[in-house]
């Protein structure tokens, strides 16, 4: 008995040597990061196993397959397969929604095949019991895998708590730090804490919306209260905007490198700036990392993934 195995790599090569070395075990289609695509080939095809082969660190796209997939009636019963370098493997174990299995280029493919077959065989296994007594549902619309994005309505960066004091700051100071700090409710133990500060509320609130399923974050629209929130707080990452009024981006940095709580944990800039003076300041600086905006999402996990590993 073939499996069908549904394949997605960037190079026609790779795809073409999976075909060869594994005809005897699988009946293989290939597909492409087209979101659209590969949902018209699971319904199509209807494979036992998606593998996508992953080169690099860009690890975005495959990240947003795997949540669209997932979220998916139809489709988040299949095993998500990752192959890739060392780099991406290490990367993809740390997240909290892992692939379902993941195997390093370096594997043997006779090791690779059974891999791959024992995760199938199992999930299959797994099924069984409820084939007789449930339906098999059809196919729905590709919009259900077409915007992965958005699994729910993100929650706004701001509460009803967390109006812009700097309308008139003298007459309304904040009365806590709820004024200006959006925490995560219930942070996870497994996931890793990045604090964002930014003036600016529509970027916290795409930082949220795009990462809040892989880390704790916690926003905040500037950096009035970053000595009381490190007495008694810790965070593994910081995403600082580099431009900010008031207190600027450089400033809070300096301010950071003195506190004992922060000093280590790694800071990256968020900056629109991109002419070669202001790249060069930034990196006078010394942070750990700059990202420009708009932000590339890509770029974003690419640089939290290694400074947290």
Do not use: W
Request: proline share 8%; hydrophobic share 35%.
């Amino acid at each position: 008995m073939k499996y069908r195995i549904l394949l997605n790599s960037k190079h026609g090569s790779v795809i073409s040597d999976f075909f060869k070395q594994t005809a005897q075990y699988f009946d293989c289609l290939s597909t492409s990061d087209c979101l659209d695509d590969i949902a018209n080939h699971f319904k199509l095809f209807r494979p036992d196993a998606y593998v996508c082969f992953n080169e690099g660190a860009q690890c975005g796209p495959l990240i947003t397959q795997m949540r669209a997939l997932k979220s998916s009636h139809d489709f988040s019963s299949v095993p998500i397969i990752v192959i890739g370098d060392d780099t991406l493997c290490n990367m993809l174990e740390r997240l909290p929604q892992k692939p379902d299995l993941i195997i390093r280029q370096s594997t043997p493919q006779d090791a690779t095949i059974a891999h791959i077959i024992k995760i199938i065989q199992s999930g299959k296994a797994a099924a069984k019991p409820n084939t007789q007594s449930a339906p098999v549902p059809g196919p729905k619309s590709i919009s259900v895998i077409s915007r992965p994005a958005v699994k729910t309505k993100p929650k706004p960066v701001e509460s009803e708590h967390e109006k812009p004091a700097e309308t008139n700051p003298e007459k309304r100071p904040p009365k806590d730090q709820s004024e200006i700090i959006n925490e995560p409710k219930n942070p996870k133990d497994s996931k890793a804490n990045v604090l964002v500060i930014d003036d600016d509320r529509s970027i916290l609130r795409l930082i949220k919306s795009a990462c809040g399923d892989f880390f704790n974050i916690t926003t905040m629209l500037n950096a009035d209260l970053i000595d009381k929130f490190f007495e008694t707080k810790t965070v593994d990452i910081i995403l600082l905007d580099y431009e900010m009024p008031g207190e600027n981006g450089p400033q809070v940095f300096q301010r950071l490198k003195k506190m004992p709580n922060a000093a280590n944990i790694p800071v990256v800039f968020l900056t629109g700036v991109s002419d070669r003076k202001k790249i060069q300041e930034v990196l006078s600086l010394k942070p750990q990392g700059y990202v420009l905006k708009p932000i590339n999402m890509d770029k974003l996990f690419e640089t939290i993934y290694k400074l947290i590993r």
